[in-house]
């Protein structure tokens, strides 16, 4: 008795056979993979290290790829530079301005932020990063300019939310923000139990009126 010769796999069985492979073909970058290791470069290497060879040999890619996302090193350079600025000054301020209704509520958040764990830890060493470069670059001194403006301009709305004249308001927003910098950036001065002491210490100061001026 004669069989009936053999039919070929279909073609959709051939396709699904083969998806374990293709499922494990590595993702394509994005702008963001690049934005995010020219990042942690910068602040393990410094800004001189930040260069197309050294992130395309950390993210294991050709340097071709770069440039479909960027046009030269600068394109990437203000990438960075926009990244830490959304993240690190307009999402946070718009969080912490909607978080709480209170002026009172929202000046102990800000007071807070150098105390929040490990992301506290991380944009710290981030902006120690970028402070340095911003002393030998001006696309990153306007960068860190404009940030630091934007923040004490924050604080400047809560003491004026909490019923201070426009001059003292805006000389609390300095002091402030001057405290929270060196507290994020001098974050091994002192005990947990002291450091806590420090920022009720700093609250209580910063709603306290002054006698008048002499």
């Known amino acids: 008795m004669n069989l009936p010769p053999a039919r070929p796999l279909p073609l959709r069985r051939r396709a699904r056979a083969s998806a374990p492979d293709a499922e494990g073909a590595r993702a ?11 990042t942690a470069v910068l602040v393990d290497q410094g800004i001189d290290h930040v260069r ?41 301020t718009r969080r912490l301005a909607t978080a709480r209704t209170l ?8 007071i807070s932020l150098p105390f929040r764990g490990r992301a506290a830890a991380k944009a710290a060493r981030i902006e120690l ?3 340095a470069w911003a002393r030998r670059d001006e696309l990153a001194r306007q960068a860190v300019d404009a940030a630091d403006a ?20 805006e000389h ?22 002291q450091r806590q002491a420090r920022a009720a210490y700093v609250e209580r100061l910063m709603v306290q009126g002054l006698p008048p001026a002499a």
Do not use: K, M, N
């Open 28 to 38: 394509p970058l994005t702008p963001e993979s690049w934005v995010e290791a020219a």
């Open 52 to 92: 197309v060879d050294v992130l395309a040999g950390q993210l294991g890619v050709t340097r071709g790829s770069f440039y479909w996302h960027f046009r030269d090193r600068e394109d990437l350079l203000r990438r960075v530079l926009q990244a830490w600025s959304e993240q690190t000054t307009e999402q946070l």
């Open 103 to 110: 002026p009172q509520e929202q000046l102990r958040d800000v």
């Open 129 to 131: 990063a970028l402070r």
């Open 150 to 169: 934007a923040r004490i301009g924050y604080h400047r709305e809560i003491f004026a939310a909490l019923g201070f004249a426009e001059a003292d308001a």
């Open 172 to 193: 609390r927003a300095f002091l402030l923000y001057g405290y929270e910098v060196a507290e994020s950036l001098l974050h091994r001065q002192g005990t947990a139990a």
